[in-house]
């Protein structure tokens, strides 16, 4: 059975940091490619950033482009997302998942979506 498990989200102010964790399980992790996405209140499902099964090469949606850094321990079975400079656009739910194959393009990656996890909230309030 598949296993995500996403930790780490919180309420900080605009400007801090959070680092999210995800444990999964159930799958060759170290053989697929993940995603983060996140869902704001009322709003669709929103891409974050793509990365590959050696962490080699990654994808990251404009909106985070030069604050977030995604990163994957496969000898732990857990990916990582740095999220640096938060801002409050940046609140919502943070979910991982794992997709079938390795993508540039956040529609696609959202649309392929296999599995995941329940999601760990992140809140950026003043």
């Known amino acids: 059975e598949v296993q995500l498990v996403e930790s780490g989200g919180g309420l900080v102010q605009p400007g801090e940091s959070l680092r999210l964790s995800c444990a999964a399980s159930?799958?060759?992790?170290?053989?697929?490619?993940m995603t983060w996405v996140r869902q704001a209140p009322g709003k669709e499902l929103e891409w974050v950033v793509n990365?590959?099964?050696?962490?080699?090469?990654?994808f990251y949606a404009d909106s985070v482009k030069g604050r977030f850094t995604v990163s994957r321990d496969n000898a732990k079975n857990t990916l990582y997302l740095q999220m640096n400079s938060l801002k409050i656009e940046d609140t919502g739910m943070y979910y991982c998942?794992?997709?079938?194959?390795?993508?540039?393009?956040?529609?696609?990656?959202?649309?392929?979506?296999?599995?995941r996890g329940q999601g760990t909230q992140v809140t950026v309030s003043s």
């Open positions: 159930g799958f060759p992790f170290n053989d697929t490619a």
């Open positions: 998942a794992n997709l079938p194959y390795m993508t540039n393009s956040g529609d696609l990656a959202i649309g392929a979506i296999l599995s």
């Open positions: 990365i590959n099964r050696d962490g080699g090469t990654t």
